[in-house]
C-alpha cells in the first residue's frame, strides 16, 4: 500500500507538522530531554494541550500533571472511550517513545470528529512521571488516575540532585497532597487504547505494520548500595583494599549472567544506572550505587531471579570485604491485557487490510497500570532497528500512518456503539 493511501494529505500534513514542532523541545547533540517534571517536558505538554483544545477538547491538568482532554458525545452519559500515552522522555532520549501514542491518538480524534460528533465521549490522556529515571519508579501519573498511589513512599524518593517528588510538584505549581484527587471513576469509562512504538526489533524483522499486545511484561527493579572504603589509590596494597566498584562491577556481572540463564523464558537484566563516590581518578572508590531491572511476562519467574540476584550481590559483597544493602524500588506485575479489545483490534486491522501479529510487549507501558481498572490494548507499531530510549530511536512517518489508521478504527468502531460486547 503507497503512503499516500494510508492516511489524507491533511492529516499526513498534520502529524509531521506536530513531530517537527515536538523535536525542536529539548533537543540537544545526544537525543531528546524530556524528563518528567522539568521545563522541557512542560513545555512539550503546553504544545499538546494547545493542539488538543485546537482540536476541540476540553484540557485540564490533574494534581499529578496529567493532561485530561474530554470531547462531550451525543450520548455523554454512557462511559468514554479512551486512548493516550506519555510525552516525558528518559535522558537522551528518542522522539518517538510516547509521543507516537499522544499525536497519534489526538490525530485519531480528529479523524472521527470529521465524521461528525462520535455517541460515545472520547478522552485523551496525557501521563505524567511515566519513565522511571528520574525518581526511580515509573507510571506516577497513570497509577495516580488508577488510585495505586503510595504517597508515603513516594514523598522520601529523592533524583539525582537530591530534590523529593514533594519539592518537584511545588516547583511545578503541582500540590503532592492532591494526588489522591487524580483517581478517577472507571463505572464511567468504557475501554483504553495506547498506540506506542515497539522498542523491540519483531515487527520490523516481520515487516509486519502492527502489532497488537496481548500481555505487558513488568519490571521489579532493586536499589543498591555498595560501601567499602575510601584510600588512596597509590600507597594502598592490592590487598588491603575495600573497593566498592570492584564488588559492584561483579555485582553487575552477575545480574547479567543470571539473566542470561533464564532469557529463553523471557527475562531480562539491566544495571543502567550508577554513581561513584569520590570518584577520582587516584582515590579507590568507598561507595557506589547502582539500580537494577529485572523484568519478565512471569512474575514468579520474574521473583525467582530477583532472589537469585540478592543472594549473588551478598556473596559478592562478602568475598570483597565491602558492606551491601539492598532496598525494592518497585514491584510490577506483567498484565495480561483485554481479550476482547485483543479480538477487535484483529478484526479492525483484517477489514482494513493492514497485517498484524499478536506478540508480548516488553517495554513498559501505562496501559499495565489501566488495564487493572478497566480494558485495555496497546497496538505497537516498528521502530527502526528495534531501538528506544536512545538518540537512534525512530519510527517512519509511514509506520505512524499506519498506527494511526488503526487506532483511528479500532477507537471509531467503539464510540459508535451504545453497547459494546464485553466492555462497558
Known sequence: MAREQILSQEDRDWIKRMFAQLAEIGKTGHGYERVAYTPNDWQAKQLIRDAMEQAGLV?????????????????????????????????????????????????????????????????????????????????????SICGFTETEKWSKLVDRYGKTIPEVFRECGLDFSQLASCERDFSQLASFTELHIEQGPVLEQHHTPIGIV???????????????MAAHSGTTSMDNRHDALAAAARMVLSVRERARSYAEEGIVGTVGYMQVKPNAMNIIPGEVEFWIDVRGRDFSRTSHVIDLVRADLLSIAREEKNNVSI???????????????????????????????????????DTQEIARRMPAVVLHIPCRNGVSHAPDEFASLESIYYGVKALTALLACQTKAVSIDGLA
Not at 472511550?81 to 510525552?87: D, Y
Not at 470528529?113 to 462520535?118: A, I, Q, S, V
Not at 496481548?214 to 567499602?228: E, H, M, N, Y
Not at 498484565?335 to 510487549?361: K, S, T
Open 59 to 143: 484540557v485540564h491538568m490533574d494534581a499529578a500533571g496529567n493532561l485530561i482532554g474530554r470531547l462531550e458525545g451525543r450520548r455523554p452519559e454512557l462511559p468514554a472511550v479512551v486512548t493516550g500515552s506519555h510525552i516525558d522522555t528518559v535522558p537522551s532520549g528518542g522522539n518517538f517513545d510516547g509521543s507516537v501514542g499522544v499525536i497519534g491518538s489526538l490525530c485519531a480524534i480528529r479523524r472521527i470528529l470529521r465524521e461528525g460528533r462520535p455517541l460515545r465521549s472520547m478522552e485523551l490522556w496525557v501521563f505524567a512521571g511515566h519513565e522511571s529515571s528520574r525518581f526511580g519508579f515509573a507510571h506516577l501519573g497513570s497509577r
Open 214 to 228: 496481548t500481555d505487558i511484561a513488568a519490571p521489579i527493579r532493586l536499589s543498591v548500595q555498595v560501601k567499602g
Open 327 to 365: 532496598d525494592t524500588i518497585s514491584v510490577a506485575k506483567p498484565v495480561h491485557l483485554n481479550d476482547h479489545l485483543i479480538q477487535l483490534a484483529a478484526r479492525i486491522c483484517e477489514e482494513n487490510h493492514i497485517p498484524y501479529l499478536n506478540m508480548v510487549g516488553g517495554g513498559g507501558h
